[in-house]
């Protein structure tokens, strides 16, 4: 069984900068493609990011390409999103997600099969 914990959400304002970090327990992250998911109020869960289990190949959604960037320490069992010039409209809570196929870099929600509790991100305006 495979346990996703985020941390790294808060309060930030127009502009600014979070890193949100999962931690992963109970499988080596390099057996799974990771990725992250984001849901505001009222809306669906939503693609952010997504990596393979290497790292070298990397899927964004539009609305978070040139600002976010996903990355991992597979050695510290971490996956990482950056988020630069933060939007009102980031607002959500973000989940980290696990792929048991590796080396697909997915962008719908299907392919994961591991989910943590989620971390809320408010981008105050």
């Known amino acids: 069984q495979v346990q996703l914990v985020e941390s790294g959400g808060g309060l930030v304002q127009t502009g600014g900068s979070l890193t949100l970090s999962c931690a992963a327990s109970?499988?080596?992250?390099?057996?799974?493609?990771m990725g992250w998911f984001r849901q505001a109020p009222g809306n669906e869960r939503e693609f952010v990011a997504a990596i393979n289990w290497g790292g070298d190949s990397t899927y964004y959604a539009d609305s978070a390409k040139d600002r976010f960037t996903i990355s991992r320490d597979n050695a510290k069992n971490t996956v990482y999103l950056q988020m630069n010039s933060l939007k009102p409209e980031d607002t959500a809570v973000y989940y980290c997600?696990?792929?048991?196929?590796?080396?697909?870099?997915?962008?719908?929600?299907?392919?994961?099969?591991?989910w943590g509790q989620g971390t809320q991100v408010t981008v105050s305006s």
């Open positions: 997600a696990g792929n048991p196929r590796p080396t697909i870099v997915a962008g719908t929600s299907a392919w994961y099969d591991y």
């Open positions: 109970g499988r080596t992250l390099s057996s799974l493609a």
